[in-house]
DNA sequence: GATGAATGAGGCTTCATTCAT
DNA sequence: CATGAATGAAGCCTCATTCAT
C-alpha cells in the first residue's frame, strides 16, 4: 500500500526504460537490460507494466506532458519571437537532445503500427495544436504575428517546422553548426509569421 | 552471366523488404517474410544481401535516388514557388506517403545506432543540401526569393520545414485536410522565402 | 537461494552434454538435444551456461579434475608399477571410456582453435605434467625408479605414452584384446623407468 | 577424358581441403570455403566428391599412405634407434606439424562415429601394426631389440606411444622445448625396446 | 564438364512473458 | 510484493546439396 514509494519505483522504472530504449531503440532493449537499469528482478518489471507496450506508453504520456509544458512556457514569454529562439537554442545545446529525438522518431514510426501508441499519440497531436493554436490567437491579438494566419492551421504549420529543426538539429553535427542552424531556422520561421511590413 | 535478371530479383527482393518494412518495421520485419513476400526461399535472400542491415541500406540509397531527383525536378519548374506547392500536393494526394515517411522516421532512428547506415545517411543529406543551396541561389539570381539569405542555412531550413511538413502529413487524417495542410504550410514557408515586400 | 537445486541442475546438463558431445561431437550435437537430454528448454539451458563453448568449457574443467585425482590417487599407491597397471586395466575394462577418450580428442583438437578452451587446457596440462614430476621425483628416492631420469621431462613422457595407450584402447577391439595390450604396453614402460639392472 | 587433368584438379581439391580442415575443423569448414581455396565452384566440387564424407575419407586414405611410407623408411633404416630418433625429431622440427596432428585428432574422433570413415581406419591401424610388426621381429633377428618381445603387441605400444609423443609435439610449445622432449621421450622408449643389459 | 542460383533443414541464441516460491 | 527459474516462439544466418543452363 505504500502507494509513494510505488510511484517512485514506478519512475525508476520508466528512466531507466527510456535510457535503454535511448541508446538501442525498442526493439532491441530488452526487458532484461531495463529491469536490470532498474535494478529490480524482470518478474518485478511486470508488476508496474503488465507489457513492455505499456511501459513504451508510459513514456510517451510523459513526453506529452513535456510538450504541453513548453507551449505553456512560451505562453508565458514576453515576446514570443524571444521566446522561440530561447526554445529552440535551448533544444539545440542540449547535449542528449538527439537521442531525445531519435526515442521521438522511434515511437512516431512506432505510432503507426500500435493502435494504442496511436491513439495517445493523436491525442497529444490534438491537445498541442490546440495549445498552440491559443497561443498563437493571443499573439496576433497583440500585434505580434499576422493576423490573416489562421491559428489552427499555422499552429500545425508551426509544431511541423519546429518538428522538423529539431529533427536536424538532432541528427546534425557539432553544437556550433546546430546553433547557427537554428537561428537561422528561427529568423525564417519569424519572416512567415510577422506581420507583414513590419 | 545472366546480370540482367539477376539486377531484376534484387529489386524484386527490395520492394518486398520495402512493403516489410514499411508495414512492421526493421526489427519486426523478419527475413522469412520478406523472403516469402519476394518469393524467394530465406537462403536465397542471402545470396542477394549478405545481412539484414545491407537490405536497409539498399533502400535507404534508393530513398537518396528519390529525394534528389525532386529536387531535380523542382530545379527545373518554372517558378520555384509553384514547384514547391506541386511537390507538397502530390505527397499529401499520395496514397502510401504515410508509409514512405515512416519508413524513413525508421531508418532515421537507425541511423543513429548502425554507422554504416549513419554514413551512407550523411551523404545523403550532404549532397540534398548542396542540391538544395545551388536551387536557391539559381533563384536568387532570378529575384524569386529573397536575395539576403544564405543558401546554404536556408537550404537546411527548407529541407528541415520539408521533412517537418511530410511527417504531419504522414501521421495526419484525410487527405482533405492534408491537403488544406499543405497549402497552408507552404504559403507560411513563401512568406519567409520570397523577397520582402514583394 | 536453493543453490544447491541449482548446482544439480547443472550438473544435469553437463552430464547430458557429455552424453551427447560423446555420440555426435561438438559441432553435430546440438542445443536442442542436448537440452532435450536434460529435460530442460533450450531456452532454459542458456540460464546455466551462456554459450554452447562454456559448457564446452566446463566438461574440460571436470575432466581436468578427474585427471589430477588419478594422478593423486597413482601417489598414494604402495608401488607405483602395481598403481599404474591397476589404472591402465580399470580404464581398458571401463565400458564407455571409449567414448570418454572420443570426447578427449575433440576438446584437444577444437583446443587448438578456441583460445579459451586452449587456455584451460594448457593449464590442466602444466598442473598434470607438475603432479606427476613430483610423484616420480618422490619415487625415484625411494629406488623404485631410475634416478638417472629428469623429472619434469619424463613427467610428459609418461603422460604422452598413458595418452596413446589410452587412444589406443579407446578405438580397440574387444575388452580382452584391451587388457592383454594395456599389461603388455605397462611392461614395455615399466622397462623404461626401473632402475637399470634391477 | 582428360584423365590426368581430372586427377591433377582432385589432387588441388584435396589440398585445399586439407588446408580448410587443418584451420577450421571438419564441420566448421563448408564447402564453399574449401571450393573457393580450390578455385573451382561450389558444384564442381560436387563432380569430384559426391560429399564432403567422401572428401573427408579421401584425405584419410592419404594420410595412411603417408603412414605407411614412414614405417618403411624406418625399416630401412641402418639402426632402429637413430632411424626413431630421425623420424621424431624431423616431426618435432616440422613446423605445421601441430596442424596435421590436430587433424588426425578428428579425423579419429570423426571415425568413431562415421562407419565408413572407422572401416577405413581400422584398416589403416591393421596395416600399420603388421608392418610394424614385421620391422621389429626383423630388428629382433639382428639382436638390436629384446627377443622376448611379443612382435604384434609391441608395434602396437610403440605405435601408441608414437601417437602419444605427436601429439604431445603437436600440442607442446616452442620447437626447442619440443625436441628436448622428443629426445627424451625416444631414450625412454628405447630403454624399454633393447635388449637388457646392452 | 562446369557453374550460378536456389533451397530445406537446421544451428545458436534471445526475447517477452509466466509462475511457484 | 519480489524474485529466480523456466519456456515457447521466433530471429538471423549458414550449410550441404541439387539442378537448369
Redesign the interface.
Known amino acids: 500500500m505504500d502507494l509513494e514509494g510505488r510511484a517512485a519505483r514506478r519512475m525508476e522504472i520508466m528512466a531507466a526504460a527510456r535510457w535503454c530504449f535511448l541508446?538501442?531503440?525498442?526493439?532491441?532493449a530488452s526487458t532484461a537490460e531495463i529491469s536490470e537499469k532498474a535494478s529490480i528482478s524482470v518478474a518485478g518489471l511486470y508488476q508496474y507494466f503488465p507489457t513492455k507496450a505499456d511501459l513504451v506508453m508510459a513514456l510517451v504520456e510523459e513526453d506529452l506532458e513535456m510538450d504541453l509544458e513548453w507551449v505553456s512556457d512560451l505562453a508565458k514569454a514576453e515576446s514570443l519571437h524571444d521566446g522561440l529562439i530561447k526554445l529552440v537554442l535551448e533544444y539545440a545545446n542540449d547535449v542528449g537532445c538527439?537521442d531525445a529525438m531519435?526515442l521521438r522518431?522511434?515511437v512516431?514510426?512506432?505510432?503507426?503500427?500500435d493502435p494504442k501508441i496511436a491513439a495517445v499519440?493523436s491525442d497529444l497531436?490534438a491537445r498541442l495544436v490546440a495549445a498552440v493554436s491559443r497561443l498563437l490567437a493571443d499573439r496576433q491579438a497583440k500585434g505580434e504575428i499576422?493576423a490573416t494566419?489562421?491559428p489552427e492551421?499555422?499552429a500545425?504549420?508551426v509544431?511541423?517546422?519546429?518538428?522538423?529543426?529539431f529533427?536536424?538539429i538532432a541528427?546534425g553535427g557539432d553544437s556550433r553548426a546546430n546553433e547557427?542552424?537554428a537561428h537561422?531556422?528561427l529568423a525564417?520561421?519569424?519572416?512567415?509569421?510577422k506581420p507583414?511590413?513590419s
Open positions: 541508446r538501442k531503440g525498442f526493439h532491441a538527439g531519435r522518431l522511434e512516431t514510426a512506432e505510432a503507426s503500427r499519440f497531436e499576422d494566419l489562421d492551421v499555422t500545425r504549420t509544431l511541423a517546422f519546429l518538428d522538423g529543426v529533427g536536424w541528427v547557427a542552424f537561422a531556422a525564417l520561421l519569424w519572416r512567415g509569421l507583414i511590413g
